[in-house]
């Protein structure tokens, strides 16, 4: 069977199968929640605003942060003010560099790879 990027099943990729409504699995890397701690600290991010960036990092959409957070969309977008207000960033941009971060820091493969490599550019 060709398990290919594009005739692998979803579940292969951590996704949930077509029409199961279900979310994808979360897989917390050390490296990832370490750049947000980084990422918080250096801009003075509040617990509740780190919260609200853990999610985006997660990858998740507005509306799902709004119900894994249990807040109002407008709490939300308050806590999203506070993010690019306090670090000069939009959230998603934040997200990135939060990712950015966590993959400069972590340890380098034994042969090079390009794929890594571009993830660093």
Not at 39 to 52: D, K, Q, V
Not at 62 to 69: G, K, N, P, W
Not at 85 to 113: M, T
Request: charged share 25%; net charge neutral; no cysteine.
């Amino acid at each position: 069977m060709d398990m290919s990027r594009d005739s692998a099943p979803p579940e292969v990729y951590g996704l949930p199968s077509a029409g199961t409504g279900a979310r994808p699995t979360r897989v917390v890397d050390a490296a990832i929640v370490a750049s947000v701690r980084r990422f918080a600290s250096e801009h003075g991010l509040t617990p509740a605003e780190t919260r609200i960036l853990e999610l985006a990092v997660d990858g998740m959409t507005r509306t799902d942060i709004v119900s894994e957070a249990g807040i109002s969309v407008h709490t939300y977008q308050k806590h999203v003010r506070a993010i690019r207000d306090k670090s000069g960033e939009a959230i998603f941009q934040a997200a990135i560099r939060v990712l950015r971060g966590a993959v400069a820091r972590a340890p380098r493969p034994a042969a090079a790879e390009p794929a890594f490599d571009m993830l660093l550019s």
